[in-house]
């Protein structure tokens, strides 16, 4: 009989914070396969565990996957854990799930901190709707291309950052996303945590040395895609308006009948425009 793959959330900072079933999960488990083993040695020896450890991170999670799931398959039982919070999330881990589910291998969620949920509860952001970016990419191009695909999202925006980037990656969000609200929380659950909440010329303005890992918290476009869109629209010539529905393929008579509906005149007055077309 195969093995079961638990995938076991951990402390973010307070170690207080690990759950009695994730301790317990630790505690069965034949083999903890850690992200940086010297890090979960830590917590195992503040929890009184002592397991055999596999490392398993980004750089050999493909390799890793293998030696796992052979072990699995064997009958073992596996807990993954990264250095810290919920695995997979920004994390390795989603490899080995993906090929457990597909060989058959049981895969329970053992439930626990997460730095996004932990920095958007305690932001005054809205948590109705949002969206998690996590990292941005280190080339400026895609990270601008990131950047400007949520610059229209309605929904709050959630990115983890790191000390050395955060500055960096602040402004290239003024310039693209606006000077939009965000919150920035960093040292979650820790003696030092911080949250930091205003316009980002204002949360610039108070940064002196980044420390810690951060989360960045945005709030969405006030605008929604739609009022967007209009906007753009209004802002070409007639012409150019007339151009971008030709380019997607509608005739003519269709085309007057959206510019006027876009610029909320007569489609008599557009069609007047277009008589020698």
Same mark, same amino acid.
């Given at each position: 009989?195969?093995?079961?793959?638990?995938?076991?959330?951990?402390?973010?900072?307070?170690?207080?914070?690990?759950?009695?079933?994730?301790?317990?999960?630790?505690?069965?488990?034949?083999?903890?396969?850690?992200?940086?083993?010297?890090?979960?040695?830590?917590?195992?020896?503040?929890?009184?565990?002592?397991?055999?450890?596999?490392?398993?991170?980004?750089?050999?999670?493909?390799?890793?996957?293998?030696?796992?799931?052979?072990?699995?398959?064997?009958?073992?039982?596996?807990?993954?854990?990264?250095?810290?919070?919920?695995?997979?999330?920004?994390?390795?881990?989603?490899?080995?799930?993906?090929?457990?589910?597909?060989?058959?291998?049981?895969?329970?969620?053992?439930?626990?901190?997460?730095?996004?949920?932990?920095?958007?509860?305690?932001?005054?952001?809205?948590?109705?709707?949002?969206?998690?970016?996590?990292?941005?990419?280190?080339?400026?191009?895609?990270?601008?291309?990131?950047?400007?695909?949520?610059?229209?999202?309605?929904?709050?925006?959630?990115?983890?950052?790191?000390?050395?980037?955060?500055?960096?990656?602040?402004?290239?969000?003024?310039?693209?996303?606006?000077?939009?609200?965000?919150?920035?929380?960093? $040292?979650?659950?820790?003696?030092?945590? #911080?949250? !930091?909440?205003? @316009?980002?010329? +204002? &949360?610039?303005? %108070? /940064?002196?040395?980044?420390?810690?890992?951060?989360?960045?918290?945005?709030?969405?476009?006030?605008?929604?895609?739609?009022?967007?869109?209009?906007?753009?629209?209004?802002?070409?010539?007639? $012409?150019?308006?007339?151009?971008?529905? #030709?380019? !997607?393929?509608? @005739?003519?008579? +269709? &085309?007057?009948? %959206? /510019?006027?509906?876009?610029?909320?005149?007569?489609?008599?007055?557009?069609?007047?425009?277009?008589?020698?077309?």
């Amino acid at each position: 009989m195969s093995g079961i793959l638990y995938i076991v959330a951990t402390p973010i900072g307070n170690l207080d914070d690990i759950t009695l079933r994730a301790i317990k999960t630790l505690e069965e488990a034949d083999i903890i396969a850690a992200e940086d083993t010297r890090h979960t040695l830590k917590l195992l020896n503040h929890l009184g565990i002592s397991k055999p450890l596999i490392s398993y991170y980004k750089q050999n999670e493909k390799v890793k996957t293998e030696i796992l799931m052979e072990k699995l398959i064997m009958g073992k039982n596996i807990a993954l854990v990264s250095d810290a919070g919920t695995p997979v999330i920004s994390d390795p881990g989603e490899e080995v799930v993906k090929v457990a589910i597909k060989n058959n291998i049981k895969v329970v969620p053992i439930p626990g901190p997460c730095a996004l949920i932990t920095a958007l509860i305690a932001s005054g952001m809205s948590a109705k709707e949002f969206s998690f970016i996590g990292f941005l990419p280190v080339n400026k191009k895609e990270k601008d291309e990131i950047l400007k695909e949520v610059s229209e999202d309605t929904k709050t925006l959630i990115f983890y950052e790191a000390p050395h980037k955060l500055i960096a990656t602040l402004n290239e969000m003024q310039n693209i996303l606006g000077n939009r609200t965000i919150c920035l929380a960093r $040292e979650l659950t820790k003696i030092h945590e #911080e949250f !930091l909440t205003g @316009e980002i010329t +204002e &949360i610039l303005e %108070k /940064i002196q040395e980044p420390k810690g890992e951060y989360v960045i918290i945005v709030e969405g476009s006030k605008l929604s895609k739609k009022e967007i869109k209009a906007n753009k629209l209004n802002e070409m010539t007639v $012409e150019e308006h007339y151009k971008y529905y #030709e380019d !997607l393929g509608y @005739e003519k008579k +269709e &085309i007057i009948k %959206k /510019i006027a509906k876009d610029r909320n005149v007569n489609k008599n007055e557009i069609y007047k425009l277009f008589t020698n077309k």
